[in-house]
């Protein structure tokens, strides 16, 4: 069946620091893969997407890569800001696209 | 665009009483609509999906009539956690995707969440 494992948390990192946080998952067929960001008491916001293997997904600094032969979409970000502070979910969908499937979530706090 | 919204954002109730929760899509026509379930420093659970004008299909475990899910438009699924106890207190998720003149969003738009405690 399909699954996410996403890197446990929490992460802290002081501000300009290197951020990545593994992804990987398990798939039937040719998933798409997400980044979901979630602030504290909000719901979750796309952060960036990618559709096809060696796509790559880019927003606000935020970069990941669709890699079909290690099955990951690792999140990294060059240099960390505090607003960046937030839980991060690795998801993907199914080739039909109605179903999907949430990592576990990985706390980012990133103090000055 | 794409924009889903979700009321109440808060709801406070006594054990025993039931809870509508509304989520709308803002700006585009929302055939199916998904809701989970988010427990404490968890990730989303699935809960149901709802196609316009047809019964909601649940994940194993959800109890059907206890999360009562009614999607008669193509801009509204409510919610209702009927007969609810302090086991129910959680935030509740709703996500939706659909089209919009001819342009099918194939991707989930989430609302803004709601957070139920039950007394």
């Known amino acids: 069946g399909n699954s996410v494992t996403q890197m446990e948390g929490p992460v802290t990192l002081s501000e300009e620091a290197f951020l990545t946080i593994n992804c990987t998952y398990t798939a039937t067929g040719y998933p798409s893969l997400f980044w979901y960001v979630q602030y504290p008491g909000e719901g979750l916001q796309l952060l960036l997407k990618?559709?096809?293997?060696?796509d790559k997904g880019s927003n606000k600094g935020f970069e990941a890569t669709y890699r079909k032969e290690t099955t990951s979409f690792h999140l990294e970000k060059g240099s960390v800001q505090v607003s960046d502070s937030a839980v991060y979910f690795c998801a993907l969908s199914d080739s039909h696209g109605n179903q999907f499937y949430f990592g576990t979530g990985t706390s980012l706090t990133v103090i000055p | 665009g794409a924009v889903v919204s979700q009321h109440p954002s808060r709801v406070i109730c006594k054990s025993g009483t039931s809870v509508k929760i509304e989520c709308r899509s803002l700006d585009f026509q929302a055939t199916t609509m998904f809701w989970y379930r988010q427990f404490p420093k968890q990730s989303l659970m699935l809960m149901a999906t709802?196609?316009?004008?047809?019964?909601?299909?649940?994940e194993q475990g959800v109890e059907k009539d206890k999360f009562l899910i009614n999607h008669a438009s193509l801009t509204l699924s409510t919610l209702t956690v009927t007969s609810a106890h302090p086991e129910d207190s959680s935030f509740y998720i709703c996500?939706?995707?659909?089209?919009?003149?001819?342009?099918?969003?194939?991707?989930?738009?989430f609302g803004p969440g709601t957070r139920l405690t039950v007394l």
């Open positions: 990618a559709t096809k293997a060696d």
């Open positions: 709802s196609n316009e004008g047809s019964k909601a299909t649940y």
């Open positions: 996500s939706a995707e659909g089209h919009l003149a001819g342009i099918v969003y194939n991707e989930q738009f």
